[in-house]
């Protein structure tokens, strides 16, 4: 089989979407005010994706949503609880199971012990796997079909956002970006060019905890010879983002990923204009998702991943692009 057409039956589909960071106010504009920010209409190309998932001619398994899925000015308007609500009703017509991601703007809205008992912890399911020790990492694995495995990571795991100041992941992080960045302002990138960009505050990294996990439940995937897709809303591979977009200790993450012969696809959003890389030294695919907040009214960004013994084939809709991800 080569290319993307002529392909026999999948052995199953999903669907996926990141950045929704709807709120019920004007468009605006990101960070840098240099690019154009849709809140209202993210709520329609949601309805979008949805309502292609539920016509397509093979229903997909589950939906991954990559984080971000409601933005942070709802908290500035007491509308956090609102907003969820209105996004999580279009959820309600979804044909399939949904993954949630937790991601900056989600902190921006709730506590994390809030999250833990919100419609967003997806943890809940009976086919979740082991968990890591401590209760409060969002993060867990599932299996939709044998030989196929999905890992969802908690890239806020140590953050200033979502841990209270007391907390020792709180004052890893406080202690890690006063070592990068000498702005007052932490969302405010350092001044020096290159990875040390991503040091601020709206980025997070992986415990020591949470990357023992990871290890283990990659051992066990190997062990089995799966293919395993990881997850997280922070990309950690440099050539598949912006470096202002990278998890604080990526090459951490980047050095197990990369010991594991299960390992073939790692997805992530944050990054609004999206990229692509594979790894030269793995095969890995380091896949980050377009963002539907800044894709125009009249365009979308969404896609369907067709899953295949030996690769996987990406149908993208709008921004997002189609690729064939063959397996290392």
Same mark, same amino acid.
């Given at each position: 089989?080569?290319?993307?057409?002529? &392909?026999?039956?999948?052995?199953?589909?999903?669907?996926?979407?990141?950045?929704?960071?709807? =709120?019920?106010?004007?468009?605006?504009?990101?960070?840098?005010?240099? @690019?154009? @920010?849709?809140?209202?209409?993210?709520?329609?190309?949601?309805?979008?994706?949805?309502?292609?998932?539920?016509?397509?001619?093979?229903?997909?398994?589950?939906?991954?949503?990559?984080?971000?899925?409601?933005?942070?000015?709802?908290?500035?308007?007491?509308?956090?609880?609102?907003?969820?609500?209105?996004?999580?009703?279009?959820?309600?017509? &979804? +044909?399939?199971?949904?993954?949630?991601? /937790?991601?900056?703007?989600?902190?921006?809205?709730?506590?994390?012990?809030?999250?833990?008992?919100?419609?967003?912890? #997806?943890?809940?399911?009976?086919?979740?796997?082991?968990?890591?020790?401590?209760?409060?990492?969002?993060?867990?694995?599932?299996?939709?079909? +044998?030989?196929?495995?999905?890992?969802?990571?908690?890239?806020?795991?140590?953050?200033?956002?979502?841990?209270?100041?007391?907390?020792?992941?709180?004052?890893?992080?406080?202690?890690?970006?006063?070592? *990068?960045?000498?702005?007052?302002?932490?969302?405010?990138?350092?001044?020096?060019?290159?990875?040390?960009?991503?040091?601020?505050?709206?980025?997070?990294?992986?415990?020591?905890?949470?990357?023992? /996990?990871?290890? @283990?439940?990659?051992?066990?995937?190997?062990? =089995? *010879?799966?293919?395993?897709?990881?997850?997280?809303?922070?990309?950690?591979? +440099?050539?598949?983002?912006?470096?202002?977009?990278?998890?604080?200790?990526?090459?951490?993450?980047?050095?197990?990923?990369?010991?594991?012969?299960?390992?073939?696809?790692?997805?992530?959003?944050?990054?609004?204009?999206?990229?692509?890389? @594979?790894?030269?030294?793995?095969?890995?695919?380091?896949?980050?998702?377009?963002?539907?907040?800044?894709? +125009?009214?009249?365009?979308?960004?969404?896609?369907?991943?067709?899953?295949?013994?030996?690769?996987?084939?990406?149908?993208? &809709?709008?921004?997002? #692009?189609?690729?064939?991800?063959?397996?290392?």
């Amino acid at each position: 089989m080569s290319g993307m057409e002529g &392909c026999s039956q999948p052995l199953f589909t999903f669907g996926v979407i990141a950045d929704i960071q709807y =709120a019920d106010i004007d468009d605006g504009f990101n960070f840098k005010r240099t @690019r154009k @920010r849709y809140y209202k209409s993210s709520l329609r190309l949601l309805r979008n994706a949805l309502e292609s998932w539920e016509s397509a001619p093979v229903k997909p398994t589950f939906i991954l949503q990559l984080g971000d899925i409601i933005d942070g000015f709802n908290k500035k308007y007491d509308a956090s609880h609102r907003a969820l609500e209105t996004v999580m009703k279009e959820f309600d017509s &979804c +044909p399939a199971s949904v993954h949630h991601v /937790w991601g900056n703007h989600e902190f921006y809205n709730f506590s994390r012990e809030s999250l833990l008992h919100s419609t967003l912890n #997806s943890t809940t399911s009976s086919d979740r796997g082991e968990r890591p020790p401590t209760g409060d990492i969002y993060a867990y694995h599932f299996c939709p079909v +044998p030989g196929f495995r999905f890992v969802l990571l908690d890239a806020y795991d140590v953050s200033l956002l979502g841990r209270e100041e007391s907390s020792e992941q709180y004052q890893q992080a406080m202690t890690l970006l006063k070592e *990068h960045n000498s702005n007052e302002d932490l969302n405010q990138p350092p001044a020096s060019y290159g990875l040390v960009q991503r040091f601020v505050k709206f980025n997070g990294g992986f415990s020591k905890e949470q990357l023992d /996990w990871l290890e @283990r439940v990659l051992m066990q995937a190997d062990e =089995a *010879h799966e293919r395993v897709t990881v997850l997280s809303h922070l990309p950690v591979h +440099p050539d598949s983002t912006d470096p202002i977009c990278l998890a604080w200790n990526y090459d951490q993450l980047l050095s197990i990923l990369r010991s594991h012969s299960s390992v073939v696809c790692f997805m992530a959003g944050h990054d609004h204009e999206g990229g692509y890389h @594979r790894d030269s030294q793995s095969g890995v695919h380091y896949l980050t998702l377009e963002g539907v907040i800044e894709t +125009p009214p009249d365009r979308n960004a969404f896609g369907t991943v067709s899953v295949y013994p030996d690769r996987m084939i990406l149908k993208g &809709c709008g921004r997002i #692009s189609d690729r064939e991800l063959l397996f290392p």
